[in-house]
């Protein structure tokens, strides 16, 4: 916590800042590891504060090892001017895309008419950037949350039958990764059969799952706040020539990503592995999604791999690999892994059977 806390103050004078404002719950739990649902931080170049009301003050004392918690009471306009008058600070960062509109106005108001002397600056993903390379402590939790979604996966594998529902699976699924011990699941499971997975982010129904039909399942646990992401695509069934086509399209276009991403590649250059196979094999426009995300303490965030992304790969970076094809009336297929960058090269956190054919009973 102490190392990311300089991390930030650094970032602070690099961005010509006096203090940061930190409401975004992920942020301020990733600078101070505080879990509690409310709260702020303010991080200055001598100072590191959280400030708390009366639910969290216990729990602040004891997660932030030695911030200085500060009891509020009413809302931030009534506390933050009191707090800031006499700190000597002029230019205040405030997360620009964590706050709403109306909040911001309600900032801007009270720094104008309490404390004149103070400017609200925006700013854009300062705590993301950090958040983009992952510790060693930080990839064990990602690799034990991928773990439990390997699990969950074969699980599935074997558990899938002909006649449940979307909505049957998915809570069985969803039982399961909680009896391995992770945390609340990052994401609603998706189980999407026959054409229902030509959504990419199908929600579960009451459909039935059929002989023949293709099933993609999307999952993920959470270990210690930390994320993982892993998608399979299945036939309940013997596969046709439809399926084994696309089927093939896709996995060669992950195994070749894969294969060749290095450390220093762009996100856009990432893609376009994966998206040239795809597209010399005429299913360009079938395939409209980047081709991953980071993952950590949420499952979608810095970097991203797709169209212009200028985020540079580096390594302990942890992110998706989940390239897909969707066919409206027939139905899509996606596999995805969760991968982090060591010594240059990939190297897979999630590791379930990526064999598709399931025989379901």
Known sequence: MLDRIQGLRAQIKGNDLDCMLIGSAVNRRYISSFTGSAGWLLISTNRA??????????????????????????????????MLNSSGIKRLGVESEHLSVNLYQQLDNTMKTSCPQIKLILTKSIIESMRMLKDENEIGQIKKAAEIGDQAMQYAREYMRTGI????????????????????????????????????????????????????IDLGARVNGYCSDITRTFVNGNEDYTFNKIYNIVLGAQLAAMATIKA?????????????????????????????????????????????????????????IEPGIYIPGWGGIRIEDTVTIKDGKIRSLTSADKSAHIQGG
């Open 165 to 216: 529902t979307e909505k049957a699976l998915a809570w069985e699924l969803e039982k399961f990764i909680r009896q391995q011990n992770s945390e609340a699941i990052p994401f609603e499971i998706i189980v999407a059969s026959g054409r229902n997975a030509a959504l990419p982010h199908a929600k579960p129904t009451e459909k039935q799952i059929n002989r023949g039909d293709t099933v993609t």
């Open 49 to 82: 504060i959280i400030a708390v009301d009366f639910r969290y003050v216990e729990q602040a004392k004891m997660e932030t090892n030695g911030l200085e918690v500060f009891y509020i009471r009413g809302d931030i306009t009534s506390w933050l001017p009191e």
């Open 264 to 320: 220093d590649m762009s996100g856009e250059a990432a893609d376009d592995l994966a998206r040239e196979i795809i597209t010399r094999a005429g299913y360009r426009e079938e395939f409209g999604h980047g081709l991953g995300h980071g993952v950590g303490l949420e499952t979608h965030e810095l970097p991203r791999l797709g169209n212009k992304s200028n985020d540079i790969l580096k390594e302990n970076m942890v992110f998706t």
